[in-house]
């Protein structure tokens, strides 16, 4: 059950960082850099939040494991002698530990309780007051700091260019190959010749469906970004990057922006269905 819980809490806060994302953006296009700047602060805290649930699911699934190792388990010397290697403390530890800074899982709290019982009440004030034997990273990911200048630049321009808007610290124009596809620029204009029906691998960012056909039998999706891998990028070898296609980049080659003798035309379309519906 907790295993689930965290998995639905990881879902709901993804889809709440995809949000804030377009508001950001939003706030981009708008000239608010210095909202913008605030809200990508917490938009970083979130990410760091997902990656602790994500570690919990981990530490949960590795106790399910071996639960009847933990059984057997009756004193917290015979856990930190005979356990350090497999595991299971620095689960146990990690877990009650973020009791605290998890609230939306309340299933953790039978697991203290549990442990309370199991070894001794000290065992556990001992991890939530004075951290024995927690690892630094949970430690880090429970009590996050304000983000670091350069860390919200990143996300700041990423945001621009995945949503095309324009940032004052983006040098030069937005780019047009995914920031997130390692290219040769010597061999672009080679690639832009080829027709991308005809190139069989598909990348498409995490959280896309996939679109996989005839055409395109081979789908990889990125990486999800987040705080500590937000400027690396999706390596592609040489030797297959031109059988590789970006969706998002192949949506913006075939998306033009309408002219204005175009959007003329389209309003007067839209006055003529109007006044064709008044007379009916």
């Known amino acids: 059950m907790c295993i689930q819980r965290l998995r639905y809490a990881q879902e709901k806060q993804q889809a709440i960082a995809k949000q804030s994302r377009r508001q950001v953006a939003q706030l981009l296009l708008a000239n608010k850099e210095q909202k913008a700047h605030y809200r990508v ?13 994500e570690i919990l699911e981990l530490y949960c699934e590795l106790l399910l494991a071996r639960v009847q190792i933990i059984n057997d ?28 800074f998890v609230d939306e899982i309340k299933e953790l709290s039978q697991l203290k309780d549990l442990m309370a019982w ?10 939530i007051t004075d951290h024995i034997d927690v690892p630094d990273k949970i430690i880090q990911k429970c009590s996050p700091s304000v983000p670091k200048e350069e860390l919200v630049d990143l ?3 990423e945001i621009a260019k995945t949503y095309d808007v324009p940032y004052s610290k983006l040098c030069g124009s937005l780019s047009s190959s995914s920031s997130s596809i390692a290219l040769d620029y010597d061999d672009l204009s080679v690639e832009m010749k ?54 998002k980049q192949s949506e913006k080659k075939t998306t033009r922006r309408k002219t204005k003798k175009e959007q003329e035309n389209d309003e007067l379309d839209e006055l003529k269905k109007r006044f064709d519906a008044l007379r009916r």
């Not at 602060?41 to 602790?52: A, F, M, P, V």
């Not at 592609?236 to 059988?243: G, L, Q, R, T, V």
């Open 194 to 247: 080829d027709n991308d029906e005809e190139k069989p691998i598909l990348t498409l960012d995490n959280d896309d469906i996939d679109v996989a056909d005839a055409k395109h039998p081979i789908i990889i999706k990125k990486p999800r970004q987040n705080s500590e891998n937000i400027n690396n990028e999706l390596k592609i070898p040489k030797d297959i990057k031109k059988e590789v296609v970006d969706k």
């Open 155 to 157: 996300y700041l321009k």
């Open 118 to 127: 199991k070894l001794n009440a000290e065992f556990v004030n001992g991890i």
């Open 41 to 53: 602060e917490t938009l970083i805290h979130d990410d760091i939040h997902i990656e602790l649930l």
């Open 73 to 100: 388990i009756t004193t917290e010397e015979e856990l930190v002698k005979e356990h350090l290697e497999d595991g299971i403390n620095e689960a146990i530890r990690s877990l009650i530990y973020a009791i605290l």
